[in-house]
């Protein structure tokens, strides 16, 4: 690791179960938007294993900078520079084949929530891809204790952030032509929440 880079260790531990959910999900080519790009370290890990998918980091402009230099030191050739989104401003004006967002939505105020996935739904290719992956409540439950602590905790931080529910997220979904496909079980009480574009031709 180079020690210069901006580093988070619950990247390193969950890239590689998410790599292996996002392999039977991802098409085999085409664009993916990853929404809050972070340090790269996914990106990074999962562009290699995907070399037909263009992929498009995105982030805020504070963490441009530190998700860039990642991308040049440790990038594939198929990883664009990573660019400015933010979810309530402007969007890149192009379909993708794939959308990916990993533990955004419980830092995300819900406007901001509800602009991601107003953003995603019209920029995604038929049939395309949104996989959001994190600590979600279901039917509103936790889902682990830690996850209820881990609420708590970011309660406390800022009110408006928290887990999201995922009905709460289905229907969002509905209203901007996606429906959620699977809901997949992944390591630390995590979920990959799969939304599939549902836009007709």
Known sequence: MDAELPFADACERNKAPILAALRGLLPA???????????????????????????????????????????????????????????????????FEA??????????????????????????SRDGVFC?????????????????????????RNPAMGLRDVVQLERLSARHHMRLEERRQLPANNLLLVFRCTRGP
Not at 63 to 79: D, H, P, V, W, Y
Not at 139 to 156: K, P
């Open 132 to 156: 959001l992956y994190g600590p979600f409540n279901v039917a509103g439950r936790y889902t682990a204790t830690s996850n209820e602590s881990f609420d708590r905790q970011l309660r406390q």
């Open 29 to 95: 080519r085409g664009h993916v938007l990853e929404i809050g790009s972070g340090t790269g370290q996914h990106v990074v890990h999962f562009a290699p294993h995907f070399p037909g998918l263009s992929w498009q980091p995105t982030e805020r402009g504070e963490q441009l900078e530190g998700l860039n230099a990642r991308i040049r030191l440790q990038g594939s050739r198929n990883i664009l520079p990573a660019i400015l989104l933010e979810v309530e401003g402007v969007w890149p004006d192009r379909f």
């Open 99 to 124: 959308v990916y967002s990993s533990n955004t939505a419980h830092i995300m105020c819900w406007n901001e929530v509800r602009a991601m996935f107003s953003g995603v739904g019209p920029r995604l």
